[in-house]
């Protein structure tokens, strides 16, 4: 595949294999004819908007000065051609110039078939408790030192959203190491770092021995954490398993056996309290959340850190049986993968897709001592993403 | 108002005011008759699932360790009475017990009256350019030194979303001080602590001095800040007023006069990307955000950092029409206010709410030196409820 660098205002590079075969004038937009015969239309206002000569966009920054409001509501076009570079070329009635090089403008075309393209699930893969690839392995030393092994584990932890790295020391503030990998640590009222191990006066279920169910981290927050290090310092007591979920699984798990009861988990707002002598964090939101394509993107859930539901009272009864029916999906085995750390193992999941929980331990049998922190997907994303512009031209 | 201590897995205090006059037995809920002759149904379920006794709420971590599905789907009550302690009392069929306060039972009942008395808009001021109560001001050493200016001001944040705090020393570092004395600082790319002045290698047009037209910060990521502090250290230069505009006051005006392009700003998701050598953050989101009650709760937008719009090609001159306006309506005089800082003062503002702008400035005639820093909507209310617990009872 040939690549060509993109416009000022991308740092990427777009495949060149397909050409402007053609571009001519409809109503109030330019219709481009590609080499592989597909057609995309353009309309006036989303060229005018994406301009980037060099009044339009600032020469260092990148970013756009020009506003659409700044050319007249009626856009008019004096010209269009396909230049010797390949280009798109558009004369505006006003007299400004702007192209669109042919790599750039197909990555970004909006037609049906290539929005389909570019939305395509981007590998996700949903796994169930007895799916031999639900947990993928990394060595500590090649993420730490290696940009392409960085990159597959970035990568892994958005297909399934659930990684074991093997052979990080057994050390204190090993974990924040690995974390600054990816990106910006993200700091809670529980520490930047914190450490979960049974304490004499808890202040979270998590902090006990007990058993801990499957949850989310911080759902009291509006944002829960993206990404959970879990670094194994020692694991010598008798209990203390890791338990995981994929989230995506168990949201269509219900939704294909109870359609209705996925819809009201989807929509009902759950009451998520975490509250202390010091802090008092609330966040009402509900338990699956589904983005602008209804696509699952996250799963909002601890038991134990929730407040009286609050919903109407002739739908609490359809709430509560949802969410029952949640909960006792949430304990079939057929969901569940079930490990022992060991020290010197560190998990990293996706906090807002896998839920967690642990067996319940017994501290007087040994020593059980994790560090933790968090990352959120977005600098996850922007890591991988930067990583990926050298990898490959994007399609 | 009489106030009696909660439950052990809360903190507050709750009015005592109205008790319970009678409790009766109905299909699958308990129907409580107040004081005051409201009426509120409670369901088995919800009565069951909110049980604080020590074995349905850690005694120490107050988090639940019950959860709803230990309990049978067909939940029935053997005897409910109101105690001589003025409580609910239930004794479900399998002899476990539960009891609820009436302060704390009124205070999360969902009957209707309720629920519209408990949502009730808390005090939310939406302004326009002309409102002399746009601007709350509050003093450096009142906020940090007296929580009850502290509380003031917080709750001044909640209901403009736009304060000025003067007398702040024009000292590098100490935005930072004030805004952990609301609650923890919100890292980004730009750093804990960030320095706006024109800089020789701008990597985004705010560290220019051209015109910065209205905006709110990192839209590009999936959370934005919520509260945004900028202390001015020196605005010696020709230009660089402030700028700012209620983003609740411009959507209630777009909804207004044109209720179609408000609509689809509400739910057609917009591309914010922020790139550059070392990072590359994209978030795709509506620019008007609505909660479950459809209430404005957030506007996401900053021109100069959108990728080009990805939507079906049918919908693409709407879309346009509607930014299109939403940008004119920004420029409109009648919902901005102007202002200029002088060294020692300090704006703190909800981003997620108050576009904040620049007028262009000429840094050949002085020094114009901002420090900020953010911290997010949930900091802030955490550190408001709490202030709250001692101040009232919740009613």
Redesign the interface.
């Known amino acids: 595949m040939q690549a060509a660098p993109s416009r000022i205002?991308?740092?990427r590079t777009f495949s060149t294999d397909v050409t402007i075969a053609a571009a001519t004038l409809g109503d109030?937009l330019v219709s481009v004819a590609w080499s592989d015969g597909r057609r995309s239309?353009f309309?006036f206002?989303?060229l005018r908007?994406?301009c980037s000569c060099p009044a339009c966009v600032?020469a260092?920054?990148?970013?756009?000065?020009f506003?659409?409001?700044d050319a007249p509501?009626a856009l008019a076009v004096r010209g269009v051609q396909v230049g010797r570079d390949g280009a798109l070329h558009v004369e505006w009635r006003d007299g400004h110039r702007s192209a669109w090089p042919p790599g750039w403008l197909r990555a970004?075309a909006?037609?049906?078939a290539s929005?389909a393209e570019?939305h395509a699930a981007q590998g996700r893969h949903v796994w169930s408790g007895d799916d031999p690839d639900a947990i993928a392995g990394f060595a500590w030393r090649d993420v730490m030192h290696d940009d392409a092994a960085l990159r597959a584990w970035l990568g892994a932890l958005q297909r399934t959203g659930l990684t074991l790295v093997e052979g990080v020391p057994p050390e204190r503030g090993r974990v924040d190491e690995i974390a600054r990998r990816v990106g910006?640590v993200r700091?809670?009222?529980f520490g930047a770092l914190f450490d979960v191990e049974s304490k004499p006066?808890?202040?979270?279920?998590a902090?006990?021995s007990?058993n801990l169910?499957p949850h989310t981290d911080l759902p009291?927050?509006?944002?829960q954490p993206g990404v959970q290090f879990l670094h194994c310092l020692a694991n010598d007591a008798t209990g203390g398993d890791s338990i995981f979920i994929d989230g995506f699984a168990l949201a269509d798990a219900l939704r294909d056996a109870y359609p209705d009861d996925f819809a009201l988990l989807a929509?009902?707002?759950f009451e998520f309290w975490n509250?202390?002598?010091?802090?008092?964090?609330?966040?009402?939101a509900?338990v699956i959340g589904l983005?602008?394509r209804r696509e699952v993107i996250e799963v909002r859930h601890a038991?134990?850190?929730?407040?009286?539901?609050?919903?109407?009272?002739a739908s609490?009864?359809a709430i509560?049986r949802a969410?029952?029916r949640f909960?006792?999906l949430a304990?079939e085995p057929r969901l569940r993968v079930q490990r022992r750390l060991r020290a010197g193992d560190m998990w990293a999941f996706d906090n807002r897709r896998v839920l967690h929980a642990r067996t319940e331990f017994d501290p007087s049998t040994g020593r059980r001592h994790l560090q933790g922190c968090y990352v959120?997907?977005?600098e996850l994303?922007?890591r991988w993403?930067?990583l990926s512009?050298a990898a490959t031209p994007t399609a």
């Open positions: 205002e991308d740092w109030g239309p309309h206002d989303w908007d994406t600032h260092q920054t990148r970013e756009q000065v506003e659409i409001v509501d970004h909006y037609d049906d929005r570019r910006l700091e809670t009222n006066r808890p202040d979270s279920n902090y006990t007990i169910p009291t927050r509006e944002l929509t009902t707002p509250k202390s002598a010091a802090s008092d964090y609330r966040c009402s509900p983005n602008a038991n134990f850190l929730r407040g009286p539901v609050d919903a109407p009272a609490m009864p509560y969410y029952r909960l006792a304990r959120d997907r977005d994303l922007s993403r930067v512009r």
